[in-house]
């Protein structure tokens, strides 16, 4: 069946406008529209693309939810090595590495503080995302450090994670960031889910963890997850700011 400009058109302002409301909607926390219209829309492009699938692009919302389920999970070998984060949960360990950073930087006891950026650390799963051109093309676990494993289509699922980023964008930009599940949301699914007699989550960690590594990507999309980004990975046609606060 041809497709006619107009409808090829129409068919991108749709997912270029969808992205936008959902951007606005889960992470801004300031949607512009009613769910309702939201809904609408989502339809209206749910439909051309039934009468057209030709027209289904990787970025459309659509594609945030389907696909068979995995037999396992193809290996992926990181551009740059993935490295793990050091938890703290006590002002001791803080204290000694203080220490040591002060002895292997030769400082005396009268030499001043050393001044430190520290970040509280999300219990989740870390997740390399891979941008080529603007395009999330993957989505891979961080593993041993070098090779992790690729859950695209399970990441792809989570709100929070842009399919298409906005704005002009580098040829390859790997961000890096933590997939997890707060504690509301971990607690209203495990309250539906008792409502429903259904088994329930342990805790927020293994649930995020747990639903990224399903082999059956329509299971992690009926789970409430999040996305925060922290670092970066392999950079390609863009300069990586020099300062933290860049």
């Not at 670092?231 to 863009?238: F, I, K, S, V, Y």
């Amino acid at each position: 069946m041809t497709v006619s400009n107009e409808i090829s058109t129409r068919a991108a302002q749709l997912r270029e406008q969808l992205n936008r409301h959902s951007y606005r909607y889960y992470v801004l926390d300031a949607p512009d529209i009613p769910d309702a219209e939201y809904d609408r829309l989502f339809q209206e492009l749910r439909e051309i693309e039934a009468a057209y699938p030709e027209l289904i692009a990787p970025d459309s919302p659509t594609q945030r939810v389907g696909g068979k389920p995995f037999d396992a999970f193809t290996p992926v070998r990181h551009a740059l090595p993935m490295l793990s984060i050091r938890t703290e949960t006590e002002t001791g360990g803080a204290a000694a590495f203080d220490t040591q950073v002060r002895r292997r930087l030769e400082l005396g006891p009268d030499a001043p503080p050393v001044e430190y950026v520290c970040e509280l650390k999300f219990d989740g799963l870390a997740i390399n995302l891979r941008y080529e051109n603007g395009l999330l093309i993957q989505a891979a676990t961080r593993g041993d450090g070098e090779t992790g494993e690729d859950v695209t289509a399970n990441v792809r699922t989570i709100k929070t994670v842009p399919l298409k980023l906005l704005g002009a964008a580098p040829e390859v930009l790997e961000v890096r960031g933590e997939a997890y599940m707060s504690r509301p949301d971990f607690e209203r699914y495990n309250s539906r889910q008792r409502a429903a007699g259904q088994p329930t989550l342990v805790n927020p960690r293994n649930g995020a963890a747990g639903s990224i590594r399903q082999l059956d990507p329509l299971l992690t999309a009926q789970r409430p997850l999040s996305f925060f980004a922290y670092g970066l990975g392999e950079t390609r046609g863009w300069i990586v700011p020099a300062t933290h606060s860049a």
